[in-house]
């Protein structure tokens, strides 16, 4: 699953966020103070939602930390009261993706999440492709250098989208991928899109994998997998 990890003192909000998000199919971290956030922060987040007001270390400090000690490009969202310019061109300049002023909706939050996680560069597939060149299982053959599928030896016409989704999924056999996830990898950053893309571009894909297309399996609550 897609892991957030929310940064706020405030512990109620963090247990509404959190409550939140995971209803939507995120897999939620949280922590009440900026050293504990930099403690838990790992490469399987995928975004940090950050308040900025806290005591000792604040959420400008620890986004400065992020990208400049440990070298993350992780997006940040600040979460914060504070609402003016400088603040927000503070924000910016220290690495922040996004800024929310509080009081704020969770629908208001939930989009902003899914707009930033848009905007993340494509580059997970290409590292995995980095791995292995050729995926094959039961006749199903993929080169990912040339870009073409077979099955059987007879190349199946994939459109680009359904063969960066099916990329995604074989490059890691059993790893679950939220709709989110495929549509912040798939998808171009300009192209406005909803999680019902993701599912009408899987099921034309399962009808031209054939009998392979079984392999393609959804867990509600978790997303896509390929299941080898």
Not at 40 to 47: F, G
Request: glycine share 4%; hydrophobic share 40%; proline share 2%.
């Amino acid at each position: 699953m897609s892991k957030i990890l929310i940064v706020d003192d405030e512990e109620d909000l963090c247990e509404i966020l959190k409550f939140n998000l995971e209803s939507e199919g995120y897999n939620v971290d949280t922590a009440n103070s900026a050293e504990e956030g930099l403690k838990i922060l790992s490469t399987e987040h995928i975004l940090v939602l950050l308040d900025v007001m806290m005591d000792d270390m604040n959420g400008f400090q620890m986004a400065n930390k992020i990208r400049k000690d440990l070298h993350s490009e992780v997006p940040i969202i600040f979460l914060t009261a504070k609402d003016t310019e400088n603040d927000m061109l503070t924000g910016f300049n220290v690495g922040g993706d996004d800024y929310i002023t509080k009081p704020f909706s969770l629908k208001a939050v939930l989009a902003r999440i899914k707009a930033v996680l848009r905007r993340v560069p494509k580059t997970e597939i290409e590292k995995e492709i980095t791995i292995a060149s050729v995926f094959e299982y039961n006749g199903l053959k993929i080169n990912f250098d040339t870009k073409k599928t077979t099955i059987n030896s007879r190349e199946i016409q994939l459109t680009r989208k359904e063969y960066m989704i099916l990329a995604l999924l074989t490059q890691s056999p059993k790893r679950f991928f939220s709709r989110e996830q495929i549509l912040s990898q798939v998808w171009d950053d300009d192209t406005y899109v909803t999680e019902r893309s993701v599912d009408v571009h899987i099921t034309r894909l399962r009808r031209k994998l054939g009998d392979l297309g079984v392999c393609i399996i959804n867990r509600t609550g978790f997303g896509y997998s390929f299941d080898n």
